[in-house]
């Protein structure tokens, strides 16, 4: 008797794993036919060049700084502009297919692992710096300008912008994190520094959080919708475009070193001198 219900949860167990097998490869087969459906879509909106099945490409956007390990998508499409975004974004969602935002591939969150496949939106290609009003101290770029591209660019203004995460991040890619870095403690985090942003959800509606083509400094007029993408890390929608505020150049900069006898004096040092004021731009 003992024999014989050993006998049958064995076989049982066969048949299942046999079943979990057959319901894989009916899965993969199924999404291998929709994205071959939808890659003639693709390369129509945004080019033949612009859409990319290669090995290399999807393995090297699959991972970022991060200790996880690299989960490649199943296709990569490089858009020009937000209208290209918009129309691969709506074919995504007709056909229900993952979407994952990858801008430099500095973040050290995994964000950019695509765990469930689907189509990787590489933002390199809009790297223009649209829009500077040095009067109103704020800048509107797209995706792929870095930190240090914008702060090249800005350097004959007499303008910087001053959160640096500590990598070559792209700007849109840090409001999306809501990165910060050793300024935050004068200049306040990427969430103090955004002004507006442009979006595209889900199902390809383009909206902007501040409303187009506002710069408003203040935020008590309706929803506070830039807060609420600031941090999202993607799940919320593409970020392609970004309204930032800028700051002048300190005329002249001092360092030091110090030495304390313990890590508690250091702490409160550090407390000290902010409570009298001194404008201290990094403490680390």
Known sequence: M???LILSRRLL???HGLLQ??????????RSATLDSVL??????CGEDSVSLGEAVREQHGKDESVHRCCPPDVVVFPHCVEEVSALTKVCHQHRLPIIPFGTGT????????VKGGVCFSLRNMDQILDLHQGDFDV???????RKALNAYLRDTGLWFPVDPGADASLCGMAA???SGTNAVRYGTMRENIVNLEVVLSDGTIIHTAGKGRRPRKTSAGYNLTNLFVGSEGTLGIITKTTLRLYGIPEAMVSAVCSFPSVQDAVDSTVQILQAGVPIA???
């Open 140 to 146: 509107t770029v797209e995706p792929g300008v870095t």
């Open 21 to 30: 097998c057959c319901n894989i490869k009916s899965h993969n087969s199924a």
């Open 2 to 4: 003992v024999l014989g």
């Open 282 to 284: 990094r403490i680390g």
């Open 40 to 45: 003639s879509a693709f390369r129509s909106i």
């Open 177 to 179: 994190t809501s990165a």
């Open 107 to 114: 973040g050290l969150e995994g964000g950019v692992s695509a």
């Open 13 to 15: 167990s066969r048949r």
